[in-house]
T-cell receptor, first 110, second 114 residues
């Protein structure tokens, strides 16, 4: 079974609105990463947050991490139609590999 | 283009045939990963290499699957006696050890088993 679970499974918003998606995981982690995937393509790395960090920003992206609750959130501000994609969280443990959740499908309507 | 490349992009095969996929990672990356993804699901770990050594193989991977990275550069993933359940996107990714495992993905090989 997958380590991470994203919520919601699907999200539809208007251009200009903010999009928030959440990720919960089960075991202790070293890092948590967010990736984006356009339909039929590979995944693109967005942002990494280490287990000793609580918040990180990159452009219009804001990621938070709460290790006590084993959860993370990804906020995309001022969304654009081009942000339409699937977003996955991935957790890194000492096992040496990243384990992905099943993703949130974001649709941004122009 | 110096990203991760996968070949072929699409493969259609009949049940029972063998198929082989190739992945060329970013040249300075010493780790190479194979994932499988089905529609509506996240990538599922299959196996990974550090240089030419295969360090881990998923228990989900049957003995019909084999992966190699003979010189620590490109890798191949072979599926023998394909089944319809093998239909999926096969993704390759590479990373540099010590780079906090930020993965760079290829565009994948879409396998359809008829």
């Amino acid at each position: 079974s997958q380590q991470g679970e994203e919520d919601p499974q699907a999200l539809s918003i208007q251009e200009g609105e903010n999009a928030t998606m959440n990720c919960s995981y089960k075991t202790s982690i070293n890092n948590l990463q967010w990736y984006r995937q356009n339909s039929g393509r590979g995944l693109v790395h967005l942002i990494l947050i280490r287990s000793n960090e609580r918040e990180k920003h990159s452009g219009r992206l804001r990621v938070t991490l709460d290790t006590s609750k084993k959860s993370s959130s990804l906020l995309i501000t001022a969304s654009r139609a081009a942000d339409t994609a699937s977003y996955f969280c991935a957790t890194d443990t000492n096992a040496g590999k990243s384990t992905f959740g099943d993703g949130t499908t974001l649709t941004v309507k122009p | 283009d110096t990203g991760v490349s996968q070949d072929p992009r699409h493969k259609i095969t009949k049940r029972g045939q063998n198929v082989t996929f190739r992945c060329d990672p970013i040249s300075e990356h010493n780790r190479l990963y194979w994932y499988r993804q089905t529609l509506g699901q996240g990538p599922e770990f299959l196996t990974y290499f550090q240089n030419e050594a295969q360090l881990e193989k998923s228990r989900l991977l049957s003995d019909r699957f084999s992966a190699e990275r003979p010189k620590g550069s490109f890798s191949t993933l072979e599926i023998q006696r394909t089944e319809q359940g093998d239909s999926a996107m096969y993704l390759c990714a590479s990373s540099q050890t010590g780079g906090f495992e930020k993965l760079f993905f290829g565009s994948g090989t879409q396998l359809s088993v008829l």
